[in-house]
Structures are given as C-alpha cells and as structure tokens.
C-alpha cells in the first residue's frame, strides 16, 4: 500500500553542451577560471534540516492533494520535480477518477542523512525517513479503507532532494528501503 503514497523512481537527465573552436586568427587571451559556486548549506546539519523542511512541506502539499484529488495536483511543482511529479500527478488523476482519497496525512518519525553532495551544479541532499505507516489511509467514496490491515508498522524511505533556484530542495526521488516494526537504517 505504501507505493500509492509514496513516488517509487525518478531518473534525472541532465545534458551538457560543450563549445569550442579552432581559428587561426591571434588567440584572445581567455578569461580568469570563475571561482567554484559555494555549497548550498555549510554543514551537513544544515543539509538535513532543510530536507526535513523539504520533506514535511512535500507531504503537506501530497496530501492536500491525494485527500482532494479532484482539485487538481499543481501544486505539487512546489514541492517535486521529475518523476515524483510525474507519478504523483497521475496518482491524483486515478484517484480523482477512481473516487479514492488519502484519509489521513503520513508522520515522520525520524530522519537521518545519508548524503550531501554539493556541486558546483546543483546540490543534492539523500535522507532516510522512517514513516509511521499506520498513520496514513486510502479510502474508497464510502470512506471504507482500501489500505492493508496487516501492512508493516513502519516504512523507512531514501529520498533524494535537488537544489532548485539556489535555495529551495525539492524532492527528485523516494523509495522504500525497509519495511518493519522498527526504523533501522
């Protein structure tokens, strides 16, 4: 049951074009190398804090919208790129079409980093979030749950959270890792 809640892949494809020239003319002096973007955050504590921000303010706005599908899902471009907007976008349209809704928001019980990558690209923060996944349900028109009585107590997920404008983390990608009645990263 967790698939329906959370983005199972995403594949980020980036391209890079590169220019160069040979002429015979006098070369022109190239210009000095331009010094390297600064991180993002300045410690991976900062990096963490802000997927946590991330990653709650992903889960409010996917829950606005799997509670209400029929609203729409654009306002999930504020919160996921790629295929976790893709998927999640399609999700709400089945659910719309299909009369489900997500009764309930998921909760956070811990999070922990796995990776902070910074680049002179585009930072990119990986996390591991252990969900209570009990606190959350999918529910048909009558209200009736369509979600596993027996399913695990808890989900550990690895989400991955791009850098977008210089400042704001989004989330790119999230699967589960575990499933259990602990969170074990």
Known sequence: MTSRLL???LVLAASAILVSGC???A??????PSAEAEPLF???EEALEAAEAAFEEYLDV????FSNPADGAESLRSVAVGDVLETDTERAARYAAEGLRQASRPATIETRLQQYAPSAGIDEVITYACIDALSFELVDQSGESLSDP???KR?????????IDGSQL?????QVWSEGDTCEF
Do not use: G, K
């Not at 070369?27 to 000095?32: I, K, N």
């Open 7 to 9: 983005p199972l892949a």
């Open 23 to 25: 002429s015979p003319e």
């Open 27 to 32: 070369a022109v002096p190239s210009a000095p």
């Open 42 to 44: 300045a410690s991976d």
């Open 62 to 65: 996917a829950f606005a919208v």
């Open 150 to 152: 027996n399913r695990a």
């Open 155 to 163: 989900i550990v997920v690895e989400n991955s959270f791009i850098e």
């Open 170 to 174: 989004r989330l790119m990608e999230s």
